[in-house]
Each structure stands twice: as structure tokens, then as C-alpha cells.
């Protein structure tokens, strides 16, 4: 099982990104996926999930503004993040909930 986490940089409060989760070893359909971020100094904290029906759920904070989809012909998960805020700032990973792979995360910077 891995997991390559892309798509991180730096852009403006109020730009959007999208990040990527390119899974190998598994498929990305079959299972719970979910990210996380983690700001500079401070703890890992959950962002959202999608099921393997397709439903999803986002920490409350971060509802209407960041979208979780799957493209399952290229096994990959998405993170869409709009109305990026500074304190969005983070190292963002992505984890099935089956499975104890983590990958190294992507960085986004949102500048004020």
C-alpha cells in the first residue's frame, strides 16, 4: 500500500487548490479515505472522508468551502479546496482508514 500526496503550494487567501492522492496496492473505491492536515506546530487534525459508496463528510469548519472526490480510473482521491483562508495553512495527508500508510503529505500555504 502507498500513497503519494501532490498538488500542495503556495497561493492567496481566497485562491483554490487541488490536491491529489495517487493510491497504489489497493483500490481507492473499496475503502474509507479521508484527509488530514496538519499546521506548523500543532496536531493532525481530520478534514473529511469519502465512503466507498461516494457520500462524504467534512469537519464542520470546512463545509462548502473544500470537496473530497474519487476518479477511480486513475486511482486517485481529490481535495478540492476553495476560498483558501491563512489558516488553511498545512502539511496535507491522505489515509484509507483500512489500511496504517500515511505517505509524506503535501504543503499548503495560503498567504494573507
Known amino acids: 500500500v502507498q500513497l503519494q500526496a501532490s498538488g500542495g503550494g503556495l497561493v492567496q487567501a481566497g485562491g483554490s487548490l487541488r490536491l491529489s492522492c495517487a493510491a497504489s496496492?489497493?483500490?481507492?473505491?473499496?475503502?474509507?479515505m479521508s484527509w488530514y492536515r496538519q499546521p506548523p506546530g500543532k496536531a493532525r487534525t481530520w478534514v473529511g472522508t469519502?465512503?466507498?459508496?461516494?457520500?462524504?463528510d467534512y469537519a464542520g469548519s470546512l463545509k462548502g468551502r473544500f470537496t473530497i472526490s474519487i476518479d477511480n480510473a486513475k486511482n486517485t482521491m481529490y481535495l478540492q479546496m476553495d476560498r483558501l483562508e491563512p489558516e488553511d495553512t498545512a502539511l496535507y495527508y491522505c489515509?484509507?482508514?483500512?489500511?496504517?500508510?500515511w505517505g509524506q503529505g503535501t504543503l499548503v500555504t495560503v498567504s494573507s
Open positions: 489515509k484509507p482508514h483500512k489500511y496504517d500508510a
Open positions: 496496492g489497493f483500490n481507492v473505491n473499496a475503502v474509507e
Open positions: 469519502v465512503s466507498p459508496g461516494g457520500e462524504t
